[in-house]
């Protein structure tokens, strides 16, 4: 125990960083498409659904795991892809503001969508609802899922930022995140960035499928809806225009609302929502460019 | 006011009164479906007056709309009712009882009340930041209005609510807000709104407060919207989450189609949505098109509303109306073109 008083075990601790690390996850998904696409991907959560609903059908045909969850990374990867060349590439040189209604409208479609076909219950993915097990080191008892989500969480972060930092696709993404039109005058291939970038933001959309299915195991329509809009203004506040302040601000988020969800009791936990949106307020009013990055920067582009 | 200028109120509120006599003249089942859209018109020309006139993205203003509607269905619930359906309620809510038109002004002052206040502090933001944080206003009230028992139903239907919101109060009350929306893009107020929206860097040199402008903007958006949710809550008995995010896409919807810039584009795009929405959602329980039967699973309605909006927004941006109001032919203005003016980068 850390600090008794406050309930706040070793668990819950545990459980806030995997929380947070699944949010940072999908914080820098959403955040690698709006480098390149200046798009806040509001149906990002609509991909992770899908994913999940993927992982419900491998489950329901009797697949073995490893084949399910490629089945899911098959099914996010599809998506949006297809996302991108049915709706973002048209809208590429409206406003911002269209763009986001715009994700706004594929969400709201895709989430009738799979109302229309898998109805208001939807399927259950409990293929891998053992990892909720607790493992026991020394004496603590922390489940598995936590470990597993942090370390997949750190290992995909480190990878990203080696791809980023490292490789020449990497560079031209952080060129076209800074100033696309001067990145394309330079040479980088528009097309091909924003391929790679949709593609990176579909596999971390499939590994948060994933990790948040062994937690909720009832997949319906709604799936990853309210975590997309906590993660969205996680985004926002850690500041959207780089990949690691969009991922602090999505981690932060996420640990925020698992350790306060832990440790407040029900009569209060009941408005935690209401707590960090406020938060959120505070910190928008505060830092509008975002919380994590440097002050007086780059002039604000949306 | 020249002939030309009375067009521009006149066709939108012909369009309201037009759609209220279709809706006399229909079965009363159909008629719930013009009432419905009478509402969402008015929904629709709240978000307007602050989405259009100042080119700022919110998705707070049903939360407004939330507001309004407890405020009016809370106070005009018969006493005893009260006990039974909200035993939670706080005394002074219990033993207030009002009747229609105070509820509906007591819905509009809340809205405007709560307006005000969550944009004190909002209005200094824009673009991004200012969409997030209006959706944080929409998180806040749905979460409070879900759990708070002392000042509504919490998850409950409202039950009990006088069901004054005929044809006739649907329309009265769209033409109200058509009325003010009109009246105030007139004004001088209106008028600087729209020029920041235009050029913010211009709107502030000539010595436009953008602020101030928007707060007003947003308090007249929100009274509209309170009293709009005051029709709503007399109309049927509404739940917290009906006024959350599928209103507020639906609503939004209904003015990016129409085309936000115009007042008239408001209320074509609540019309044309609505129609379209409420026809296939009456086709879930079979229609007659020329002798041709119709029935379409649950959740046709919403799917093509979907797409209907992203086609929209891919073809035509602008909307419908293209962000203009109506004019009579010959002589055309040309107006400046938000897409055009906005040079993405």
Known sequence: MILGFLNLTWPVFADALALGGIYALMAVGIGLVFGVLRLVNFAYGQLIMAGAFALAYGAQWGLPNWVSILFCFGVVLALSVLMDRLVFRPLRTHSPAVMLVATFAVAFLLQNIALLAFGSLGKTAGALAQLQAPWDIGGVFIRKIAIIAITTAAGCLALLQLLLTRTPVGLHMRAAAMDFRTARILGVRANRVIGVAVLLSGLLAAVSAVLLTVEQTQVTYTFALPETIVVLAGVVVGGLNRPVPATLGGFAIGFAYGLLGGILPTNQSQYLNSFIFAAVIVVLLVRPSGLFTRAGGSVERV | ?345
């Not at chain 2, 005394?91 to 009747?99: E, I, Q, R």
């Not at chain 2, 005929?166 to 009325?179: E, F, K, M, R």
């Not at chain 2, 002798?291 to 419908?320: D, F, H, K, Y």
């Open chain 2, 1 to 345: 006011m020249t002939l030309r200028r009375l067009a521009e109120i006149l066709v939108p509120a012909a369009l309201v009164v037009a759609t209220a006599l279709l809706g006399l003249v229909v079965s009363s089942y159909l008629q719930a479906y013009f009432l419905d859209t009478l509402i969402k018109v008015s929904i629709v020309v709240a978000l307007y007056v602050f989405i259009g006139n100042s080119g700022v993205l919110s998705f707070g203003t049903i939360s407004f709309v939330a507001l309004g509607a407890w405020t009016a269905g809370v106070l005009t619930v018969p006493e005893e009712q009260k006990r039974i359906t909200m035993p939670g309620l706080a005394h002074v809510l219990v033993t207030t009882n009002v009747g229609n038109y105070t509820s509906l002004a007591l819905a509009a002052a809340v809205g405007a009340a709560a307006a005000v206040a969550a944009g004190l502090p909002l209005m200094r933001l824009s673009g991004l930041a200012a969409g997030i944080a209006t959706f944080a206003v929409l998180e806040i009230t749905n979460n409070v209005l879900t759990y708070e028992q002392r000042i509504g139903p919490g998850l409950n239907a409202f039950s009990g609510v006088p069901q004054t919101t005929g044809i006739w109060q649907a329309a009265i009350g769209g033409l109200i807000c058509v009325a003010f929306a009109y009246a105030y893009q007139r004004t001088r107020f209106g008028r600087m709104t729209r020029a920041t929206r235009e050029d913010p860097a211009a709107a502030r040199a000539s010595g436009i407060s953008i602020y101030r402008q928007r707060l007003l903007a947003f308090a007249l958006s929100g009274a509209l919207a309170g009293f709009a949710g005051g029709l709503y809550v007399h109309l049927q008995p509404l739940q917290v989450n009906g006024l959350y995010l599928d209103l507020t896409f639906i609503t939004l919807a209904m003015l990016v189609v129409g085309g936000s810039g115009s007042l008239l584009g408001a209320v074509v795009g609540a019309l044309a949505v609505n129609g379209i929405y409420s026809f296939f959602s009456a086709a879930t329980n079979g229609v007659d098109i020329f002798g041709w039967n119709l029935t379409v699973p649950s959740g046709t309605a919403e799917i093509v509303l979907g797409v209907l909006m992203t086609v929209v927004l891919i073809l035509r941006p602008n909307g419908i109306t293209g962000g203009r109001e109506f004019s009579l032919p010959r002589r055309r203005r040309p107006v400046a073109d938000l897409e055009k003016a906005r040079v993405p980068t």
